[in-house]
């Protein structure tokens, strides 16, 4: 009606305008009367879900790739109680996410393997979109950069601020750096209840699949 420049709407379009109104009603009513139905259904179903997955979303093994002598690899043996609660505290955080990025998270080590020809964004590009309708992880941006930088300003900050104050020079100074990482390696070495052989100073200073993170 507006377009052929009618300044009222014609018999047809009100009673339609009015039909639509009343069917609009007639629905806001029936989802009103089943609401409190379909919300514990919802729980329900939800509840069943994860059932039947891994509540602690992420296990303990993600540096499992991590050579026998390395720092990830060692503190678990040394201080077994540091190590839980350090783990508990990751699982509560990711509790807060998507599950599927504990899954990623887990995934990580084997997709930086796989990726030889491609880069390791493509990799875990492929994975994310071959794993969307499994995980319903829909995300606009690639998961595993968003998950990084999520907190990573923050994260830096603290980092620098923390490294400063505790090892200066380590962020600035390759001759302090290597030297507190030899110090570093010779205590966890005294104190690692396993014997393993002292790595030589190249392998020392080595990252594994994670990275110097």
């Known amino acids: 009606a507006r377009r052929a420049g009618k300044s009222e709407a014609s018999e047809a379009v009100q009673t339609l305008c009015g039909k639509m109104e009343q069917l609009q009603?007639?629905?806001?009513?029936?989802?009103?009367?089943?609401?409190?139905?379909?919300?514990?259904?919802?729980?329900?179903?939800?509840k069943a879900f994860w059932a039947s997955r891994d509540p602690r979303v992420i296990t303990d093994t993600y540096f499992a790739d991590e050579p026998m002598h390395a720092v990830a690899a060692r503190v678990p043996r040394i201080h077994p109680p540091w190590?839980?609660?350090?783990?508990?505290?990751?699982?509560q955080v990711f509790a807060h996410g998507h599950p599927a990025e504990g899954y990623l998270l887990d995934e990580l080590p084997g997709l930086r393997r796989q990726a030889t020809k491609l880069t390791v964004e493509a990799t875990v590009a492929g994975w994310w979109q071959n794993n969307q309708a499994r995980w319903g992880w829909f995300a606009e941006a690639e998961p595993h950069y968003r998950m990084l930088s999520l907190r990573a300003d923050k994260k830096a900050r603290e980092l620098v601020r923390w490294f400063n104050?505790?090892?200066?020079?380590?962020?600035?100074?390759?001759?302090?750096?290597?030297?507190?990482?030899?110090?570093?390696?010779?205590?966890?070495?005294?104190?690692?209840?396993?014997?393993?052989?002292?790595?030589?100073?190249?392998?020392?200073?080595?990252?594994?699949?994670?990275?110097?993170?």
């Open 25 to 46: 009603t007639t629905f806001e009513g029936a989802r009103l009367r089943n609401e409190s139905f379909v919300n514990e259904v919802r729980r329900t179903a939800a």
């Open 83 to 91: 190590w839980g609660a350090f783990h508990h505290r990751l699982q």
């Open 165 to 213: 104050a505790t090892a200066p020079g380590y962020l600035t100074d390759q001759a302090v750096r290597v030297s507190l990482q030899a110090d570093l390696t010779d205590r966890l070495r005294e104190a690692d209840p396993w014997s393993v052989p002292a790595p030589d100073s190249r392998s020392m200073l080595s990252w594994g699949e994670h990275g110097p993170n």
